[in-house]
């Protein structure tokens, strides 16, 4: 596609419930982020995917999060057992990856609300 | 990690160059220097990034000092729709991770 896209682009979940957020990148972008902000914040790391790589998680806040990206291209993050504090904009980027230094492109993030 | 240093707020006139200070006294050699900056409720936006040499595209300027201890971003002629928090980066050596800080929240005033 043209962009990164993220779906949905808001979420309202009660606590304790399981939430899984989408991100779809760029076509034939090899790299994908994942980064949460929350209010007033800026962006906090989650995980990062480089192709058939194992994964960077060292993100991960807690082993409530989860995240895999499918044939290369759509990542889903699962985050189980929701809390207030998950609470936040999910934002996804893409590259080309490849540690060239190719800028991020950011979707415009899912905005979960946890009540 | 080569961590960076931001001044939390500045102001810029419109029309004028907004010059955004970020120091980076622990870079390493091979690390790249990266500006974003994220308008309110927007995903962040790539600007421009550099290693050594200056830097200049349609959108900014990049000055690296010799040292590479510090940065400036310049954007040349400051208007209203620049209002936004830019955040310097260093990249991590051999990977494409950004670890963003707290960044500078510019507001650019009539």
């Known amino acids: 596609g043209a962009g990164v896209s993220q779906s949905p682009s808001n979420k309202v979940t009660e606590k304790g419930k399981d939430v899984e957020l989408r991100c779809d990148p760029i076509?034939?972008?090899?790299?994908l982020y994942w980064y949460r902000q929350s209010l007033g914040q800026g962006l906090e790391f989650l995980i990062y995917?480089?192709?058939?790589?194992?994964?960077?998680k060292s993100g991960l806040p807690s082993d409530r999060f989860s995240a895999e990206r499918t044939g290369g291209s759509v990542s889903t993050l699962t985050i189980q057992r929701t809390q207030q504090e998950d609470s936040a904009v999910y934002l996804c980027?893409?590259?080309?990856?490849?540690?060239?230094?190719?800028?991020?492109?950011f979707g415009s993030g899912t905005r979960l609300t946890v009540v | 990690d080569a961590k960076t240093t931001q001044p939390t707020s500045m102001d810029c006139a419109e029309g004028r160059a907004a010059n955004l200070p970020c120091n980076h006294s622990t870079i390493s050699g091979n690390e790249y220097v990266y500006w974003y900056r994220q308008i309110h409720s927007q995903g962040p936006q790539y600007i421009i990034h550099g290693l050594k040499n200056n830097e200049t595209n349609e959108m900014a300027s990049l000055i690296i000092t010799e040292d590479r201890k510090s940065s400036t971003l310049i954007l040349p002629h400051a208007t209203l729709r620049d209002t936004a928090v830019y955040y310097c980066?260093?990249?991590?050596?051999?990977?494409?991770?950004?670890?963003f800080g707290t960044g500078t929240r510019l507001q650019v005033f009539p």
């Open positions: 995917f480089q192709g058939n790589s194992a994964p960077d």
């Open positions: 076509s034939g972008h090899t790299a």
């Open positions: 980066i260093v990249r991590y050596h051999n990977t494409d991770k950004l670890i």
């Open positions: 980027a893409s590259s080309q990856g490849g540690g060239q230094g190719n800028g991020y492109t």
